[in-house]
């Protein structure tokens, strides 16, 4: 059973705008980031199961992944 993968906010631009993927067993989260193209500095979250967990993380059969970009912006004071 495949792995879901979804993509959120800036990450999309690096996945042609698409925020959803099914990925085979035995990737690490730092290999899915890597395989889809996506920066791994500016993923800033990943929730497996809506559990926050580390980079590192081998997902399991059926887990959904969630990987969410850095937030940046806001004003800067002169």
């Known amino acids: 059973m495949p792995i879901k993968v979804t993509v959120v906010g800036l990450l999309k631009n690096y996945t042609e705008g ?6 085979p067993t035995g ?13 791994n500095e500016l ?4 929730f497996i199961n809506d559990r926050a967990e580390p980079k590192d993380y081998l997902p399991s059969d059926g887990d959904t992944v969630k990987l969410i970009a ?9």
């Open 18 to 23: 698409k925020s959803n993927f099914e990925l």
């Open 27 to 39: 990737l690490t989260v730092n290999q899915i980031i890597k395989d889809l193209k996506i920066p």
């Open 43 to 46: 993923v800033a979250g990943v």
């Open 70 to 78: 850095v937030i940046g912006g806001g004003c800067q004071e002169e």
